[in-house]
């Protein structure tokens, strides 16, 4: 029944994302794009959710805060040349599409906070630990997600990644009842609990042979490949029924942590002990939680004295506190077992319980989809209207030279972008399917304009058969992965060999324009091994890929990436190399490291061609269209020469320091530099100087509560030493609760630059005023600014004035 539907589900969405793909018009050309954001995709994995940000120009990652973990993401970005802007442009905010299958993101929005700089900030509904990475192409960022993360409540802070409250292996399904032969077999083959669930299927009641519960996946991924060769269709399952569901049950749970024997140490006097228990409360109440155990670890193991189960509870709540949950969960067990009729008995069972149920709550409270089965439906529609306009009024310094007035009134922006992102989700006992679609359609109102567009970012289908360990997905969708440049149109398949082992591969024709239909003339293939042991801090994958334009070789690539994640530190590697241009066109290492009194710095090296290095690159600078074209000039060998010559090469170095400094305020610090190598002349092409190592320096002071609860500050203070000229920035904004779900938020912004090119100085003021509503996932959001500012050159003045208007809202269902 359930393969029925599904195949129904198939060739409808097949059909509609065809005639949505074909539907859509490229009326644009190589425009400028109108927004910075195309779309936030959100797909939940077993241990992770990763999240794909699809730009519409290049952007090169900045910096993130804060560095690890937190309910809010902020993500500094610098657009690129192709995004219109420059190094002292004001950019309107943006409130881009997302397409969610795991409800994690309450919402997105883009902001700028300071000249020539946008924030990404992602809204969690629950604090969340996470990694990022830039792969080989600057219009995409990855987030990943730690699934873990979804489980924690707020005073339960940083456990390993691996574990959560409870999994099963699913054994085998059938609609009549397993007999006794079959479920004492399967215990004698793998000597665990084994139980028998029950769960309907239209009209159907279907029996499911389990073993379990498990506490740790990484168990259960032990216990499913000791499954496999007698069940080949066993798959793992989490809390989808009363036995996993049940974070209190009694299953195979992992063993926790030995605890200190009482009496083992020779006895201390009563006034000794009364001293240490003051140590202790000093230490508790300054949050020094690591001194705080160590002197009731010392207590723990004295003979029995009057305060001793005291000490013990104190003991679980200090190793709580400083995220030691297995040690917690072990230390509360002891005290109930030795003092069950303690004073604390109520208190510490009520403590135990939230840990279980916080470890165990990703099914329901972390908001990562949902395992009920059956249909599910969700999306959101939103609609962005922006009006920008700018004034120029110049004329001459000398009184004594001839007048030379001019004024020109030009309007950037005048648009209203509609959104829509639909999410259709079927799970079934065994097979689940996906259809995701995200489009838009842009009115554009003014007349300088080059019409109207529609997109489709998403049209597409995904099959997951869970006992398989088969994905395969097909139609419009985005991959920064396995050596794949974005969104593409065709078919990626995902098979599980073996726990820890999976096999990636896709082909299809790549989109550089989401208001494109499919375009044939540029297609790829991709190949790719992952591999993640089960319960280990690090994974990575390596991976092939090839693209071809117009018949000839576009891109041959091979890499890898590797991660590697423990509690106070983080390492993202990523390599990019091009096998027939012999190039490096990516080579990237992000790490985070947590440094004593709470510092935590955070590193970015970067080497890539920029852009990608392809065949489509000999095009840069040339009146021909297409290499057709091209052909008709230049021999195949130059045309691949040319394309090398105009890919620079652009090395990025980064490096940002953060510490908390007290309750209230959170202060941050980046370096960073730029260098682009330079091109040389050919194909009647001028050759490109290389620039120098263009320095900004950068210091943010976070402050929270400062003026009234819930308020939001951050100053900033830029100095940027560039091939442009120099630049000198403060810039300083607030959000304010104005009661219920309101907020305003006031933004000043004041630089002064001196350009090298003409020797002329500037001088800007940039005021703009917030407001928004948000309640859940919908959100309302207005914002007017303008810009006001005074250029002096050698000869000629000029004076700007600019405002603008942004308006929009999101609504989920």
């Known amino acids: 029944m359930v393969r029925s539907v599904t195949r129904h589900a198939i060739a409808l969405l097949a059909s509609f994302a065809s005639v949505l793909s074909v539907g859509a018009r490229a009326q644009i050309g190589g425009q400028l794009p109108s927004r910075l954001v195309d779309l936030v995709e959100v797909s939940a994995h077993d241990e992770q959710v990763d999240v794909a940000v699809q730009f519409n120009c290049s952007m090169r990652y900045v910096t993130h805060l804060p560095a690890s973990e937190g309910s809010e993401l902020r993500i500094q970005l610098l657009p690129m040349g192709d995004c219109g802007t420059n190094a002292f442009s004001q950019i309107v905010p943006e409130v881009p599409p997302v397409s969610d299958d795991s409800g994690v993101l309450s919402s997105v929005r883009l902001e700028s906070e300071a000249p020539g700089q946008v924030s990404l900030l ?89 073993v379990g519960p498990v506490e740790r996946r990484a168990d259960a991924e032990k216990v499913l490949e000791r499954a ?49 228990l003051a140590q202790v409360r000093v230490a508790m109440g300054a949050r020094e939680y690591p001194k705080a155990i160590s002197l009731l670890t010392r207590l723990q193991r004295q003979p029995e004295f009057p305060e001793r189960a005291t000490s013990q509870e104190l003991l679980g709540l200090a190793r709580e506190r400083s995220g030691q949950l297995a040690h917690a969960k072990a230390e509360y067990e002891e005290y109930l077992s030795r003092y069950p009729q303690g004073e604390a ?21 972390g908001g990562i989809g949902s395992n009920r089965l059956g249909w599910h439906v969700n999306g959101g529609v939103g609609q962005l209207f922006r009006y920008d306009s700018t ?36 799970r079934g006992e065994n097979i689940d399917l996906m259809m995701r679609l995200s489009a838009g359609y842009t009115k554009q109102f003014a007349t300088n304009a080059f ?20 994905l395969a997905r097909a139609g419009r969708q985005v991959r920064y992965q396995d050596g794949i440049l974005g969104t593409f149109d065709g078919l990626f398949l995902s098979y ?46 390596v991976f ?80 021909a269209v297409d290499l057709a074209q091209l052909e008709q000039s230049f021999t195949l060998q130059e045309i691949y020469q040319l394309a090398r010559d105009r890919t620079p090469l652009t090395d990025n170095y980064t490096v940002t320091a953060t510490a908390p400094f007290g309750e209230r305020f959170h202060f941050a610090t980046t370096v960073s530099a730029l260098r682009i190598g330079a091109t040389p002349a050919s194909g009647g092409v001028d050759a490109q100087p290389a620039t120098g190592l263009d320095v900004t320096y950068q210091a943010q002071l976070y402050g929270s509560s400062l003026w009234r609860p819930g308020d939001f500050n951050i100053l900033t203070l830029t100095y940027g030493d560039t091939e442009v000229g120099k630049i000198e920035a403060l810039s300083v904004s607030s959000r304010f609760p104005m009661g219920g779900a309101w907020r305003i938020g006031p933004r000043l912004s004041v630089d002064h630059r001196s350009v090298v090119v003409d020797g002329s100085t500037e001088n800007t003021v940039l005021p703009s005023l917030l407001v928004d509503w948000q309640r859940g996932r919908n959100l309302v959001q207005l914002e007017v600014g303008g810009q006001t500012g005074k250029r002096a050159a050698t000869v000629q003045t000029e004076n700007t004035r600019r405002y603008y208007v942004s308006a929009a809202y999101r609504m989920s269902f």
């Open 391 to 426: 004034r120029y009024d110049s004329g001459t310094v000398n009184p004594g030279a001839p007048e030379l007035p001019n004024s020109q009134q030009t309007t950037r922006q005048n648009a209203l972008y509609n959104d829509l992102d639909v999410l259709a989700r079927h």
């Open 544 to 623: 092939a890929a090839a693209q071809q334009l117009d018949g000839l070789r576009d891109r041959r690539a091979t890499g890898f990436e590797a991660r590697y994640l423990t509690s106070r530190a983080s390492f993202i590697a990523f390599l990019d190399y091009d096998v027939s241009f012999r190039s490096l066109n990516v080579a990237t290492l992000i790490g985070t490291v947590q440094l004593p009194a709470k510092w935590v710095v955070s590193l970015d090296v970067e080497r890539r061609n920029s852009p990608v290095l392809t065949t489509r690159n000999a095009l840069i600078g040339q009146p």
């Open 345 to 365: 008995v109520e208190r510490v069972t009520a403590r135990l319980r939230l840990l279980r149920e916080a470890t165990g709550r990703s099914k329901s409270g």
């Open 496 to 541: 599980r060999l073996h726990p820890g082992w999976t096999v990636n591969a896709a082909a299809g024709y790549p989109v550089d324009q989401t208001n494109e239909s499919v375009q044939t003339h540029e297609r790829f293939e991709s190949l790719a091994l992952a591999y993640a042991p089960p319960g280990s801090r690090w994974d990575g994958s």
């Open 451 to 470: 019409g109207n567009n529609e997109r489709v970012s998403l049209a597409s289908i995904e099959i997951n058969d869970r006992p398989l360990g088969l």
């Open 122 to 210: 992602l809204a969690f509904k629950s604090v969340q630990q996470y990694v990022i990475a830039q792969g080989t192409d600057p219009r995409g960022l990855r987030i990943r997600l730690l699934r873990q993360a979804h489980a924690r409540s707020k005073v339960l802070i940083s456990q390993s990644p691996d574990s959560a409250d409870h999994f099963a292996i699913n054994l085998e399904s059938q609609p009549k009842p397993f007999e006794a032969a079959a479920i004492q077999r399967a215990h004698e083959r793998l000597q665990l609990p084994v139980f028998v669930s029950e769960i309907r299927v239209g009209d159907e009641t279907w029996y499911r042979l389990r």
């Open 228 to 276: 496999l060769p007698d069940y080949p269709r066993a798959w793992i399952a989490r809390g989808d029924d009363a036995v996993t569901a049940d974070v209190n049950a009694a299953g195979a749970r992992a063993p926790l942590p030995a605890v200190g024997r009482i009496g083992t140490d020779p006895p201390l006097d009563a006034a000794e002990i009364r001293t240490l």
